[in-house]
């Protein structure tokens, strides 16, 4: 799906005109091709700072140095007139107050400038909760009030900040969640903060390149849109993915799956008998699963004051009630593998509400804490469980909204567009690798930090 201002503001001449009558001017987004590449960031600056003190300096310091950036190190830079930085690294963990903050002015200032378009900046501080003081709390909760506004001032260029808060003791897994949010892989992952923990089994080290092989991925809604793209991603990372869809779509379902040699279940999830179907299926054939993906999903929007039973019973019934059921069979049964992956289809309408959308809203909020239970339910077997939530996302659905609604959408956000398909896959592939072993019970947004809901 193409943006007209996107196209028109990567012509220079057009861009200088479109500037001056204050039309927005969004960047074209850099994204990676294909999949993951243990060398990343080739021929790249990186600029690696931290405050003194700061605990996970060793960490970013061997990731860094396996990409293939050429990097610098300061902890308070003094660029020259021609620097120019492709992404930026602060290691703010481990603050005791709210004076250490001073570090983050002194690294950031004198290069806010000196980044180029599609630049990536990552920023990690403690996770607050496991501050041994008020104060400390209080410094490291302040790092991402910092990251989300700088996200906000370099969005237009491309560029994107995000956050991730680190348990101490989690300093060993921000490996794989750093050289996502470096890389073209988070294109539309903007303004957003992870949260990586050092509970449960901890992970092995994780391949950088195919991380998926020989695991068994379910994809359910897996015909078209985010789940079929989701699903190539997966298999483009060595799983076998099964894809899932309603019986009325079982030649686009085959059609999606024949593209990387999946597998085909014509199922409607919403059957009394789906969770036993899907279950016997998945332990028969591959003795169990690694990956599932709850995506599947529709809207019924109405005002509640218009709204139909029939559209309530069956937004909950799909959105929340399926997936609930399938769950408790898939984890009752330990069907989902040890260092399993779910991930839910959330929404930005169910953290902020959209009108028009009670039952929609409702059912995404409902995997929220679904997401926040299971999480804690399934750490002792290394089975993550997360959500992603989607912004405006360019598919025929968006493409059918009014040109004033579709507008909005798209420039509401700081990177001043909608993301694809392809952007929320990228997402999901990133949690379900072996590497994100840390991440669990987070709701990641991929909205181009939208500010609906934010
Ligand atoms: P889509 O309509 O293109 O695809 C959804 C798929 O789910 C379809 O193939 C459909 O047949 C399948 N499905 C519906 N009911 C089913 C059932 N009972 N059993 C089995 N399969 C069923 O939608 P999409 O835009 O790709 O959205 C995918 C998910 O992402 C949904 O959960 C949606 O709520 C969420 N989401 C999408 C956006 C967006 O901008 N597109 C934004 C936020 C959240």
């Known amino acids: 799906m193409s943006d007209y201002l996107v196209n028109a503001a990567s012509?220079?001449?057009?861009?200088?005109?479109?500037?001056?009558?204050?039309?927005?001017?969004?960047?074209?987004?850099?994204?990676?091709?294909?999949?993951?590449?243990?060398?990343?960031?080739?021929?790249?600056?990186?600029?690696?700072?931290?405050?003194?003190?700061?605990?996970?300096?060793?960490?970013?310091?061997?990731?860094?140095?396996?990409?293939?950036?050429?990097?610098?190190?300061?902890?308070?830079?003094?660029?020259?007139?021609?620097?120019?930085?492709?992404?930026?690294?602060?290691?703010?963990?481990?603050?005791?107050?709210?004076?250490?903050?001073?570090?983050?002015?002194?690294?950031?200032h004198p290069v806010a400038r000196k980044l180029t378009k599609n630049a990536r900046v990552v920023v990690l501080t403690s996770q607050p909760e496991s501050m041994p003081t008020v104060a400390a709390a209080a410094a490291a909760r302040a790092v991402e009030g910092f990251t989300r506004s700088f996200a906000k001032e370099i969005g237009k260029f491309g560029s994107t900040?995000?956050?991730?808060?680190?348990?101490?003791?989690?300093?060993?897994?921000?490996?794989?969640?750093?050289?996502?949010?470096?890389?073209?892989?988070?294109?539309?992952?903007?303004?957003q903060a992870l949260t990586i923990t050092a509970a449960g089994i901890a992970p092995a080290d994780p391949p950088e390149t195919q991380p998926l092989t020989g695991k068994t991925a379910l994809v359910t809604g897996g015909a078209r849109g985010i789940g079929a793209a989701t699903a190539a991603r997966l298999a483009s990372e060595g799983a076998h993915v099964v894809c899932l869809d309603i019986p009325q779509d079982k030649d686009t379902l085959d059609a999606t799956v024949a593209e990387f040699g999946g597998t085909a279940l014509a199922l409607d999830?919403?059957?009394?008998?789906?969770?036993?179907?899907?279950?016997?299926?998945?332990?028969?054939?591959?003795?169990?699963?690694?990956?599932?993906?709850?995506?599947?999903?529709?809207?019924?929007?109405?005002?509640?004051?218009?709204?139909?039973?029939?559209?309530?019973?069956?937004?909950?019934?799909?959105?929340?009630?399926?997936?609930?059921?399938?769950?408790?069979?898939?984890?009752?049964?330990?069907?989902?593998?040890?260092?399993?992956?779910?991930?839910?289809?959330?929404s930005i309408g169910g953290i902020a509400g959209n009108r028009g959308q009670t039952n929609y809203g409702a059912t995404k909020a409902g995997l929220i804490g679904f997401v926040e239970r299971r999480a804690d339910a399934q750490r002792d077997r290394g089975v993550t469980v997360n959500a992603v939530a989607p912004g405006f996302i360019e598919t025929r659905m968006t493409a059918e909204m009014p040109f004033g609604v579709r507008e909005a959408g798209r420039r509401l956000a700081s990177l001043g567009q909608g993301g694809t398909p392809g952007?929320?896959?990228?997402t999901i592939t990133f949690l379900c690798t072996p590497g994100a072993g840390g991440v669990s019970g987070n709701v990641l947004r991929v909205c181009g930090q939208s500010l609906i809901g934010a």
């Open 269 to 346: 999830i919403t059957d009394d008998s789906a969770p036993r179907q899907i279950a016997d299926f998945l332990k028969e054939k591959f003795g169990g699963v690694d990956i599932v993906i709850h995506n599947a999903g529709v809207t019924r929007d109405k005002t509640l004051a218009n709204m139909p039973e029939h559209y309530w019973d069956m937004v909950l019934a799909i959105n929340l009630q399926a997936i609930l059921a399938v769950d408790a069979v898939l984890m009752d049964e330990q069907i989902v593998n040890e260092h399993g992956r779910v991930v839910c289809l959330c």
């Open 11 to 108: 012509k220079p001449t057009l861009r200088k005109f479109m500037g001056a009558l204050g039309i927005p001017t969004p960047v074209e987004l850099a994204r990676a091709e294909g999949p993951y590449q243990a060398r990343f960031l080739e021929g790249q600056r990186v600029l690696f700072g931290a405050r003194p003190g700061a605990g996970a300096r060793d960490t970013i310091n061997t990731v860094l140095s396996g990409t293939g950036a050429r990097v610098d190190t300061s902890d308070k830079p003094q660029p020259a007139d021609d620097d120019r930085y492709d992404a930026l690294v602060f290691d703010a963990t481990q603050m005791s107050d709210a004076a250490d903050l001073k570090a983050l002015y002194e690294f950031f």
């Open 161 to 191: 900040v995000n956050l991730l808060y680190v348990e101490p003791g989690a300093e060993a897994r921000i490996a794989t969640p750093l050289r996502f949010f470096l890389s073209d892989h988070s294109t539309f992952v903007d303004g």
């Open 423 to 426: 952007d929320v896959a990228e």
